[in-house]
């Protein structure tokens, strides 16, 4: 090592190496730079339901509710006939949720391998540690059509599926809305467009109210014979889909309360999200280990070749590392930054520490191998 180090290297190739470095971080950080792609989501034409083919999403503008529909605290009732394509077990893909339209969605429903995930967050926090959840072991299998009702009150929540009682929580009663429903309704996605599911969803329904199981069970079977529940005052929906359309980018709501959804031609996420937390259900996953790996290793030679490089320039040691450290960060904020609006990538706050920490790396490996060979080291 000693024999390549004690001649200064060539500042012109030195120089190329770092463009080359820098080129290729942002190339594999800003892959695939498509800002713009088609919404896979659509109306079955024989009007059996809307389809989610890959990355798609459909979502409702400010949810409307009669004042004069029954409402109690902490209760919510959603109905819903699904059909999975596949099992998930890299991430949880949405399936509906309702978004409060500032900074996180207040209750989502999912899907993890062939189970049920019923996710809510407690108050007005959008922490990990403030998620409450309920799961439902296959409840999802792949191909098959379930019909899912969960239905909630401040006695506590349970989750229907074909009619039959799965779970039950005494003690959890969620979402805990502090009026009315509220928020906005998003199918097939996170609104953050980050969590897209594959299937089909053939019913959906939203009561701001909670159902009891002989409603629940009168519905599931109405649905499996395909007739209509005569709707009072007191078990009225608050949306309703039937997704009967056959096509276009307006999904009617069948309460009469003007809830429609909307298909957008484009993929449109309701929020962006720069440098968000890591997700719960990621954390210690194959994939995330990889994700970090690769974060690191890739900034060691941005860390390296730019610290020698400077240091060839005439640099001092505190000013390369304070330097190319301001360098490495801003340039992984630069790329996050960017991946906010990348549909297929996410913006993460452990992205910019790990890079950070390559690069930090990086400037350790020139300290150890280049810098005591420097005949004018400063």
């Known amino acids: 090592m000693k024999s390549v180090t004690t001649a200064h290297i060539n500042l012109r190739h030195l120089s190329i190496i770092c463009i080359c470095t820098v080129a290729v971080i942002l190339l594999a950080g800003l892959w695939p730079r498509n800002f713009h792609i088609n919404n896979q989501a659509s109306l079955m034409p024989d009007g059996s339901g809307v389809r989610f083919s890959g990355r798609g999403i459909v979502y409702s503008g400010p949810l409307s509710v009669d004042g004069r ?9 959603i109905e819903l006939a699904v059909r999975p394509d596949r099992d998930w077990r ?32 407690q108050g007005k926090a959008c922490q ?15 191909g098959k059509e379930s019909f899912i009702s969960i239905t909630s009150g401040i006695g506590g929540t349970a989750v229907y599926v074909d009619g039959q009682l799965k779970e039950r929580r005494k003690t959890l009663s969620f979402p805990r809305f502090d009026g009315p429903l509220s928020g906005r309704l998003v199918l097939g996605n996170s609104a953050e467009g980050k969590d897209s599911w594959t299937g089909t969803v053939s019913r959906l329904a939203v009561y701001n109210q909670e159902l009891s199981q002989e409603e629940t069970l009168r519905r599931y079977e109405a649905w499996r014979n395909n007739t209509v529940v005569a709707a009072d005052n007191n078990t009225a929906p608050a949306a309703l889909y039937l997704f009967d359309e056959g096509a276009g980018p307006h999904i009617r709501d069948h309460s009469g309360l003007g809830n429609d959804l909307i298909i957008p031609e484009r993929f449109i996420p309701l929020r962006r999200s720069v440098l968000s937390p890591p997700r719960r259900d990621s954390y210690m996953s194959r994939a995330y280990v990889r994700d970090i790996a690769l974060n690191i290793l890739g900034f060691i030679p941005f860390g390296f070749f730019i610290s020698w490089y400077l240091s060839e320039r005439g640099a001092s040691r505190l000013r390369v590392i304070v330097i190319v450290m301001l360098l490495g960060a801003g340039t992984s904020l630069f790329i996050e930054c960017i991946q906010a609006y990348l549909p297929e990538r996410t913006s993460q ?21 280049i810098l005591p060979f420097r005949t004018d080291t400063h």
């Open 90 to 121: 890299k991430y949880i893909p949405v399936i509906v949720a309702i978004d409060d339209g500032k900074s996180c969605e207040r209750l989502i429903i999912g899907q993890w391998k062939a189970h049920l995930i019923v996710r809510s967050r």
């Open 69 to 77: 529909l029954l409402t109690e605290p902490a209760s919510l009732s």
């Open 349 to 369: 706050l452990s992205d910019l520490m790990t890079n950070s920490s390559g690069t930090a790396i990086g400037i350790y490996l020139w300290r150890r191998f």
């Open 128 to 142: 990990q540690a403030g998620m409450r959840e309920i799961g439902v072991q296959y409840a999802l299998p792949k």
